[in-house]
């Protein structure tokens, strides 16, 4: 059990838009250095809630702690301001420019002087810096993202995240449709964050058995409300999958 300061607490969040519920009385926990996964099918609310989360949209109800302080999330920026970074997954990056520049994408570093001209040398380098830091391998900082796989540009958004000194990552289907060795990469990178143990996570994700092989909790989230928590190591797909067997049967008797 993680017995780290909570650096993350929702407690019965729920949010309306106009008549419609997406999501209501949702509650969880993030203790620091922490991996916390989501699961659920498309539709269910994962995406309202870490939008919520990253100051997207604010709740209706419920409440948000950041390090045991109460907050109203008003923007993207304002969450940033708490450590609060997401990596969607379109990634937010630009093919046609170079890595170094995607990492310093709305934050470029500019030279001393009469005119606002980029500092090249200093993104290149300490984009160099960020990359091993948390051990990506690209073949360099100066080729297009969009020469790079699938893989690689996700480890580069991720690298981007934690350079920006992110205390809380939320991390949207980081291994959607990958093939097994790309997925792996991504993996083999979040246990090395993890290991770090100063970086807390949250993982949308569709497939259970990944999630559960990395992440320390997971919780189920269906038509908008959290039908299952628990441990991962208490925890198996083959229950997951019954919880969502017994909700599609349940909605087929209604129908």
Known sequence: MNTNPLTLEAHNISKNFGNIQAIRDISLTLARGEMLGILGDNGAGKSTLMKILTGYHQQTS?????????????????????????VYQDLAMINTLSVYHNMFLNREILRRGPLPLLDHRAMRKKAEA???????NIPSVDVEVGALSGGQ??????????ASQAK??????PLAAMGAREAALIIALIERLKA??????????HNYAQTL???DRVMMIQR??????????ETSAAELFDIVR???QANRVQG
Request: charged share 25%.
């Open 62 to 86: 419920g409440e948000l702690l950041v390090n045991g302080t109460k907050v109203m999330l008003s923007s993207v920026d304002h969450a940033r301001s708490f450590g609060i970074e997401c």
């Open 130 to 136: 960020a990359l091993e830091d948390i051990g990506v």
């Open 153 to 162: 540009r996700q480890a580069v958004a991720i690298a981007r995240a934690v």
């Open 168 to 173: 809380i990552l939320l991390l949207d289907e």
């Open 196 to 205: 770090r143990g100063d970086v807390s996570m949250i993982m949308i994700a």
């Open 213 to 215: 092989d990395v992440a």
């Open 224 to 233: 908008g409300t959290c039908t299952f928590e628990g441990r991962s190591a």
């Open 246 to 248: 017994r909700e599609y």
